[in-house]
């Protein structure tokens, strides 16, 4: 049976939107992943926001020194934990996508 041209937008915009909420979930598991432990508190902050498909979702980590693990200090190295999990969330992408049109 072939659909209608709105029922296949709405499958569309559905499809969009687990796409969109793949990527925002897996993207805050894979930075928790790649987060250093010392205390966890680091570790434990990342939070996400998702939003319906065309608008921002977000994974934040809003403890103060995540910068510099992020990023290093002059006694400390780099952990690039946000850089890591976007490089990972390109890898991954066709996986995302796939669970999602199934």
Known sequence: MALTIPQALKRIDR?????????????????????????????????????????????????????????GSSTTRPSKMAAQTVQSLRTRADSIVRKAVK
């Not at 939107?17 to 990342?46: C, M, R, Y």
């Not at 998702?50 to 809003?62: L, M, P, Q, T, Y």
């Open 15 to 71: 499809v969009m939107n687990q796409i969109q909420e793949g990527f925002t979930v897996e993207g805050q598991q894979t930075a928790k992943s790649k987060t250093p432990v010392d205390t966890g508190k680091l570790q434990g902050a990342w939070n996400s926001r998702n939003a319906k498909f065309g608008r921002v979702s977000e994974i934040r980590n809003d403890t103060p020194y995540a910068g510099f693990v992020e990023n």
